[in-house]
């Protein structure tokens, strides 16, 4: 099914809140570099926040492949899975100013859906998407918060 926003089912997997139930999910972010070939990166529950069912905001380590993709093409696609369902979100992607007193400085985007698919497997359940286990589970979580409070300024 494809759509122009975000259901309030994830809405509320999006709200930047409850990270530590949320610590294991991992989604893919993907641009386009300069030679033309799709460019994968993880991104995690701490660093994308739902502004508005069509918007989105992004933090990104300083400096990486995937700011300057995005940066150049304003473009990006973000990928989930989530309560036995695919995400697939197209983005409008716009630099946002840096803030100066930020606790953990990051790339920031504001990314408008321009479609948002969500794709049910009718003959099988998707049980997971990409999962990992944080080694420093507290001040990971605690940089999360950070940045996501950062990410609603």
Known sequence: MNFTQLSPEWMEWFNGQDLEQKQHEAMQLLTVSEDGWAHQAMISMGEVIAIAPNLLRLALWPGTQTSMNMSRTGKATL??????????IRLDVTSLPQLMEAVHPRDR???QALNVRVDHAPYAEITSGITFQLKDESGVITRWRETIEELRQ
Not at 79 to 88: R, Y
Request: hydrophobic share 55%; net charge negative; aromatic share 8%.
């Open 109 to 111: 985007f504001e990314a």
């Open 79 to 88: 990928i989930a899975v989530h309560q036995q369902s695919l995400l697939s």
